[in-house]
């Protein structure tokens, strides 16, 4: 059995790790939308103890690669990216695409409705970037 705590660490170091997930933020915004990835990594680390590497890597793959898709979209949508509504549709399905494969296909999600009402306040007069990425991670640990 491997070290599940050795896997935390590593599944961390590769969100942390990859510049490119959160270049677009500013720093708060970027420590808010890295510590939700990292907790979430970890949460879906944990859940392979029992494991051996092989499977838990088959089990994990999949899954970290959504979160770290998640932290990039979201992260675009904070910077402003998505400021079209017909976008921000898409960027919705996106995100809660990624969501089903990180919580499971059995995880309550929040509603259309839910995440329009989050996407759609992000407007620059409205909220900062570190706000926007408050509102998602919060909107999104009540699914948890």
């Known amino acids: 059995m491997a070290d599940t705590e050795?896997?935390?660490?590593?599944?961390?170091?590769?969100?942390?790790?990859?510049?490119?997930?959160?270049?677009?933020?500013?720093?708060?915004?970027?420590?808010?939308?890295?510590?939700?990835?990292?907790s979430t990594a970890a949460?879906?680390?944990?859940?392979?103890?029992?494991?051996?590497?092989?499977?838990?890597?088959?089990?994990?793959?999949?899954?970290?690669?959504?979160?770290r898709q998640f932290i990039r979209s979201a992260g675009n949508w904070a910077a402003g990216k998505y400021a079209d509504p017909a976008d921000r549709i898409q960027l919705r399905e996106k995100l809660?695409?990624?969501?089903?494969?990180i919580?499971?296909?059995d995880a309550h999600l929040p509603s259309a409705e839910e995440m329009d009402a989050?996407?759609?306040?992000?407007?620059?007069?409205?909220?900062?970037?570190k706000q926007s990425v408050l509102n998602l991670k919060e909107l999104f640990n009540v699914a948890r």
Do not use: C, F, Y
């Open 43 to 67: 949460m879906l680390v944990k859940q392979t103890d029992g494991l051996d590497d092989a499977e838990a890597e088959q089990v994990l793959d999949e899954r970290l690669k959504a979160v």
């Open 96 to 101: 809660l695409g990624h969501a089903r494969v």
């Open 6 to 38: 050795a896997r935390v660490q590593k599944a961390i170091e590769d969100i942390s790790g990859n510049e490119s997930l959160l270049e677009m933020l500013d720093t708060d915004a970027a420590a808010e939308m890295l510590e939700w990835g990292k």
């Open 118 to 129: 989050v996407l759609n306040q992000a407007d620059v007069q409205q909220n900062s970037p």
């Open 103 to 105: 919580l499971g296909a």
